[in-house]
């Protein structure tokens, strides 16, 4: 999927400078899912750089990927939300130090850039929750300092900046969410709306001065579950320049496993309520 937003936007036309593999793929950029071997034991607490093995690494060169949103930081749990999204940053400093024959840490479009033409992946830092800003805006400039680029409000419940999409009362962004709305989008950081609200999904929309994303979803046009977006946060997405990735999820059909059919029809009503150029698909690991 293509990158369309704020910082980390890239110009089509770099993709057939890149050469090699690449040049016969767009620039591939997983705006949310990172990379791994699925076929590895999973390991409580580990982090997810734990699977990226020579397998992993193989089969995202042969897929054309340049660079993948990858979450780290704080999503839930009893920690801390702030010092764990720290550490998380640290430990993940240090992986990419230890391994820059295979990774960049992407703070801008360059090093999306530079990462496809040197056969590299670019590591891009998203959160899934906005947790650990707590209620002091200024911790937006830390993060991004820290090389945060792109960032979700909240997760599926209420936090201090509005409701997710489990939440049920449907409450909307908080004024502390406004304030934190206009510190990422001043800090050049990606807002990422996929867990939010309904009505946060909108008011966030609404206080945003540029383009913002729906990383992974489906439409509740075509499935209607709290997970997936109403027409009215897709099309808001598409009319500030933003995208919407549709995913390989279980949110696609109701009761029942998903088919390739069911992806077919949200990526089609997609389509329709936002035009192609703001759709995208996100096969989640």
Request: hydrophobic letters at 40%.
């Amino acid at each position: 999927m293509i990158a369309a937003a704020a910082s980390l936007a890239v110009p089509q036309a770099v993709s057939a400078e890149t050469g090699g593999a690449h040049a016969r793929h767009p620039m591939v950029i997983d705006t949310l899912g990172g990379l791994g071997n699925p076929n590895l034991p999973e390991t409580a607490g580990a982090e997810d750089f734990a699977s990226m093995d020579a397998r992993a690494i193989s089969d995202g060169h042969a897929s054309g990927l340049c660079a993948f949103n990858q979450t780290l930081g704080y999503v839930s749990g009893p920690a801390d939300p702030f010092e764990y999204s720290v550490a998380s940053i640290a430990r993940w400093d240090a992986y990419i130090r230890r391994n820059p024959r295979n990774f960049i840490k992407v703070l801008g479009a360059a090093d999306i850039v530079a990462a496809c033409r040197s056969k590299r992946f670019g590591v891009i830092y998203g959160f899934q929750n906005g947790t650990m800003f707590g209620a002091d805006p200024g911790r937006v400039a830390t993060f991004a300092r820290l090389g945060l680029r792109i960032t979700q409000l909240t997760y599926n419940v209420h936090n201090q900046l509005g409701d997710g999409s489990m939440a049920p009362g449907n409450g909307g962004m908080s004024e502390q969410g406004r304030a934190m709305v206009a510190e990422i989008q001043r800090n050049r950081v990606i807002l990422d709306l996929s867990h939010s609200g309904e009505q946060t999904c909108l008011d966030a929309i609404a206080a945003s001065n540029g383009p913002l994303v729906i990383s992974h979803t489906g439409c509740r046009a075509v499935a209607d579950l709290p997970r997936n977006k109403t027409d009215r946060e897709l099309r808001g997405i598409a009319e500030k320049g933003g995208f919407v990735g549709i995913y390989f999820m279980p949110f696609l059909a109701i009761g029942r496993q998903p088919t390739s059919q069911d992806l077919i029809a949200h990526i089609e009503h997609a389509i329709q309520v936002c035009g192609e150029d703001h759709v995208t698909i996100v096969p989640l690991r």
